[in-house]
């Protein structure tokens, strides 16, 4: 079992910066591939980035976002940098074993969400 706590939404401005944090419990947290998703009103959850040995990312974020882990600390972050106001969502942190990354069912466990509020 594995237990994520979200942390770091805010209300920023457009081209400003944000880091997220996810902690995860448990002490098999390397072995997880960890991803952040997001889901804006009336939309479906949407992949944004992953890190297992090799990190990926949505074409949106591509540029402006970075995800990195610290197994020492059982945490995954992502830093958003330049962001827009079609980033407004709220953001959760996934940890799964299957070999896939970007798809919500790949993933076990999931985060309870932290909004993220970009204004014009």
């Known amino acids: 079992q594995v237990q994520l706590v979200e942390s770091g939404g805010a209300l920023v401005q457009a081209g400003g910066s944000l880091r997220l944090s996810c902690a995860a419990s448990?002490?098999?947290?390397?072995?997880?591939?960890m991803g952040w998703f997001r889901q804006a009103p009336g939309k479906e959850r949407e992949f944004v980035a992953a890190?297992?040995?090799?990190?990926d990312y949505a074409d949106s974020v591509k540029g402006r976002f970075t995800i990195s882990r610290d197994n020492a600390k059982n945490t995954v972050y992502l830093q958003m940098n330049s962001l827009k106001p079609e980033d407004t969502a709220v953001y959760y942190c996934?940890?799964?074993?299957?070999?896939?990354?970007?798809?919500?069912?790949?993933?076990?466990?999931w985060g309870q969400g932290t909004q993220v509020t970009v204004s014009s």
């Open positions: 890190i297992r040995g090799y990190v």
């Open positions: 448990g002490r098999t947290f390397s072995s997880y591939a």
């Open positions: 996934a940890a799964g074993l299957r070999v896939g990354l970007r798809r919500v069912n790949e993933y076990d466990y």
